[in-house]
């Protein structure tokens, strides 16, 4: 049994230690916000925080996941209300399918978080996600709206 | 909630007119029951409205579109209404496709008057239960945001308190719908509703389906859907621990467990040896062979001579002699040899599907695009009654025409029907749904055109060699005529003048095809307009001149162009390396064009600026069309400079998003769209932004110097680098 704490509460996981923290996250927390796309680190789709950092979470195994402190798109979302971020991407009507747009707004939440003002090559850097509706224009212009306030 | 606008089916159909819509105003609550008729929009008693979605949300923003239909002549309180999503049931055909099915880009078009209409029979209702219960004219009678009002009296109720009344009384036989000048909800920019769950993460996939007690399956993949396969190690991976089952299934074995990642684990180690497969022995090499062959030997079939949905019958009856006199006769003759190839859709959402087989009946619930064709098939297959099969629809995580497909729910069905009583959520792995993809087909087109003395345009003839997506899904075609997914629009019609021939050459290979956002455009804008484009250079004209002048019949279309060109600034002087193309797509639904300026350095390309002027008529979600084109532009973007599947042993050799390049956010240049103010009946918007940039980019290209692209992705002579 492996703990950790996610969205500020301790949850323990039976699953085999070598499990990915995107299955646990789903499979056993029932967190479905945080999504399956590769499995590979490569679109971003499962992105969380851990401790307070942008992270892709089918990469990290469960056991190093024990201990830490992780934030889903469901512990993001406010009890009342949206996060700035996810406000933006309502105001900027961001999303089509959007399959891939928790872990995006997760990896700029991350990224704003750190960098307040980030110019073009940190969001370049920072924000690697995959979409693949296109809404790539839209999501520079939350991200312009979020850090230029 | 309970039950209050209670129409039947077959009062709905007398009233919106026979095979037109069969509208039940029916509940939710009796629809989660079982497979009974379906239920569209249902007032509760404190006045919301349910409205279920008839069609599949992949994107595309149908939800928000078909709502605001309803909502518009219902006259309801917009912010609460609520939009859920389908299950497979004939009350949710789309009208115009007679069909439950989201493709073709389709709903808005066949759902337009309908849904107004029932909308708007639904407000009669009302008005008339407020005017008996009140004892007052109807006409006397008026409605507000969810209210019923008599002003004269200053009286009014909400529908929740009316719908009980309202549902009793006949359906009215002839509705009025409002004048385009009173819409309030078509037309206007507002966020869709679907955003909110999209942002939170509580918008339900396929693939976040959770039932208690669920196993999740894993699959070990043959080469191709129909290849024969043997597992040499059954026993020891049944034995494997967390394993409950491992279950042949169409295409491989489902490995199932109570978690993913022991399933997964589990599949891949399963040893499949191949007995046999449609594809043995296929590469690259194979392929190249095939479509060569297909030309020499292959008689061509002629595109059929009339309309389909979203195409234009084409102009002239595709005389043959005439055509080859005509070429042979011609002062100047230009010839090109093009090459597409396979493509994957690589839908974010891999494939899933989500199945309980218990006390003889069957449950799939996914992200599906053809709800209906599932429901029978799976039926078939199982040997179950009709109603034994209940399909249900979740959001789906991309689509672009893979999620058309009946392939994914069948093998999650084979897989269930092993445990019955149990929930089975079959995953595909980003690796098996890449590999277990049905490909846009590679094409080869070999065109000659004639050009008179002028420079006029006096004859083309194109012929197309690949596969039919037709022949692989077993679809009935025209005999001897070619497949409209291959040959269709090859040549533009909207190009008055010359003769015009178009044949078809169908290569004999099994590779898996099937619908990839905009079809036969995905390949044919990318010959028509690169070819034209060769041509008017050939002729010494300016290629958007050149087209203008054969764009003399449609206002329309030259519109658009003259604002892409506009647009991107076609006459302004240009730096040496820089180039300016344009391209353009047409259906009965909308036109697309679209511009693009770029510079070529050697092998690197930059592109600064991409433009479009897009009219689809008028449009129910403007922000929604705007987002659906640039997202289109950037998906044929990523097919124009990256997209492409080896294949190798039998099979395609791509495994994940290391060898299938999507842009990110780094890669897109500046988009703009122009949407063109248009009075046309309502289009479509969903396809149309992707086809034209490809051959955009090879014009651009061949203009700023960088030679002519007769073969795409642009990857193989260029490197993207940021403008």
Redesign the interface.
């Known amino acids: 049994m492996i703990t950790i704490t996610v969205n500020g509460q301790e949850r323990h996981v039976e ?2 230690e ?3 923290l995107l ?1 646990a996250l ?3 927390l ?11 680190g ?2 971003g ?1 499962c992105t969380v925080h851990v401790d307070g950092e942008a992270m892709r979470a089918c990469q990290i195994p469960l056991n190093m996941a024990q201990g830490r402190s992780i934030t ?3 512990g993001l ?1 406010p009890a009342q209300g ?1 996060h700035a971020v ?1 406000a933006a ?3 900027a ?10 872990g995006m ?1 997760m990896a700029v939440a991350g990224l704003l978080k750190s960098n307040p003002r980030p110019d073009a090559a940190a ?2 850097a920072g ?14 212009a939350a991200i312009a709206q979020l850090s230029s306030g | 909630m309970s039950r209050i606008l209670n129409l039947s089916r077959r009062e709905m159909l007398h009233g919106l007119g026979a095979g037109v819509l069969a509208l039940g105003f029916g509940f939710p609550a009796r629809a989660q029951g079982g497979a009974g008729f379906g239920a569209m929009i249902a007032i509760v008693p404190d006045g919301a409205v349910h409205f279920t979605c008839p069609s599949s ?5 149908t939800q928000e579109a078909l709502a605001r239909l309803i909502a518009e002549e219902l006259d309801c309180d917009w912010a609460r209404m609520e939009v859920g999503l389908p299950w497979a049931d004939r009350a949710f055909i789309n009208p115009g496709m007679g069909k439950q099915m989201t493709a073709n880009s389709a709903t808005t078009v066949g759902y337009f008057l309908p849904l107004r209409r029932a909308g708007a029979a639904a407000r009669m209702m009302l008005m008339a239960a407020g005017a008996a219960r009140w004892g007052v004219a109807v006409d006397q009678i008026s409605t507000q945001g969810g209210e019923v009002i008599h002003a004269a009296s200053g009286r009014r109720l909400t529908y929740g308190a009316l719908a009980e009344e309202a549902a009793r009384l006949p359906v009215p036989g002839d509705v009025a719908l409002k004048s385009p000048a009173d819409f309030r909800l078509i037309g206007c920019k507002s ?2 509703k ?12 396929g ?2 389906v ?1 039932r208690p007690d669920m196993l ?1 399956g894993a699959l070990a993949l043959a080469p191709h859907p129909r290849a024969k396969v043997e597992a040499a190690n059954l026993a020891q991976v049944k034995a494997m621990p967390g394993v409950v089952a491992v279950v042949p299934v169409d295409g491989g074995y489902a490995v199932l467990a109570p ?4 399933a997964k684990k589990a599949a891949e180690a399963l040893k499949l040896t191949v007995l046999s497969s449609p594809t043995a022995g296929v590469d690259d090499k194979v392929i190249d062979a095939a479509l060569t062959r297909a030309f020499a030997e292959k008689a061509p079939m002629p595109f059929p001579d009339f309309d389909f949905s979203t195409m234009r019958p084409r102009a002239g009856g595709g005389d043959k002699p005439a055509v080859l006199a005509a070429i042979a006769a011609a002062l100047r003759r230009v010839e090109a040899e093009y090459d597409v190839p396979y493509l994957a859709h ?5 494939l899933n599907c989500s199945v309980l087989f218990a006390d003889g009946q069957l449950t799939l619930r996914g992200p599906m695009q053809s709800p209906e064709d599932v429901r029978a098939l799976a039926a078939k297959m199982a040997g179950l009654p009709l109603d034994k099969v209940r399909v249900e629809v979740t ?6 025409g893979r999620k058309w497909a009946t392939d994914f729910p069948i093998p999650a069905m084979q897989a269930a029907m092993a445990v019955p009583g149990r929930w089975v959520k079959l ?1 595909w ?2 690796e098996n749904d890449l590999a277990m993809d049905q490909f846009r087909p590679a094409y080869r087109v070999k065109s000659v055109a004639g050009i008179g003395a002028d420079g006029a345009l006096v004859a083309i003839h194109s012929r197309i060699a690949g596969q039919s997506i037709n022949t692989y899904h077993g679809r009935r075609g025209f005999p001897g005529m070619a497949d409209p997914t291959a040959a269709g629009l090859l040549i533009y019609g909207c190009y008055s003048g010359p003769m015009k021939l178009m044949e078809f050459h169908e290569a004999d290979l099994a590779i898996p095809v099937g619908f990839w956002r905009s079809v036969t455009m995905s390949q044919n804008a990318f010959f028509a307009e690169s070819f034209i484009d060769e041509v008017a250079r050939a002729a010494g004209r300016d290629p958007y001149v050149y087209r203008r002048d054969l764009l003399a019949g449609e206002p329309r279309i030259a519109r658009a162009l003259d604002k892409a060109a506009a647009m991107i600034g076609w006459d302004r002087p240009k730096a040496k390396g820089v180039g300016r193309g344009m391209a353009l797509t047409y259906n009965e639904g909308h036109v697309c064009a679209q511009a693009v300026e770029v510079t070529v350095n050697e092998r690197k390309l930059a592109i600064r600026r991409i433009v479009a002027a897009f009219d689809c008529g008028v449009m129910v979600d403007p ?2 069309v705007e ?2 084109i ?6 044929g ?1 990523q097919a124009a400079l990256w997209g492409g599947v080896p294949f190798g042993d039998g099979r395609p050799q791509i495994s ?3 060898d299938v390049r ?5 890669d ?1 240049p ?2 703009e769209v122009a949407l063109i103010p248009s009075g046309a009946k309502p289009g479509n918007a969903g396809e149309a932004g992707t086809p034209p940039i490809a051959p955009a980019l090879a014009n651009a290209i061949a203009d700023a110097g960088g030679g002519r692209v007769r073969r795409l992705p642009l990857s193989l002579r260029f490197e993207l680098e940021n403008a």
Do not use: H
């Open positions: 699953a085999e070598d499990t990915p299955w789903r499979e056993d029932g967190l479905t916000g945080t999504k399956f796309g590769c499995g590979a490569l679109c789709a889903t798109i469901e979302t949206l996810q991407w309502v105001a009507q961001v999303p089509q399918c959007g399959y891939c747009q928790p707004i969001i370049r924000v690697t996600n995959l979409c693949r509706c296109g809404t790539y224009p839209r999501i520079a | 949300e992949m994107g595309q923003g966020p869709r679907d955003l909110l769950p999209k942002v939170t993460g509580r918008a339900e996939f693939v976040d959770m999740v978690r993913f990642w022991t690589a839908a974010m959402e891999p959001f789906l995580g991309g689509g672009f995953i792995t980003r922000a929604g987002s659906q640039s997202g289109g532009i950037i998906f973007l994940n998003f290391n999507l842009p990110g956010l780094a897109v500046p988009i």
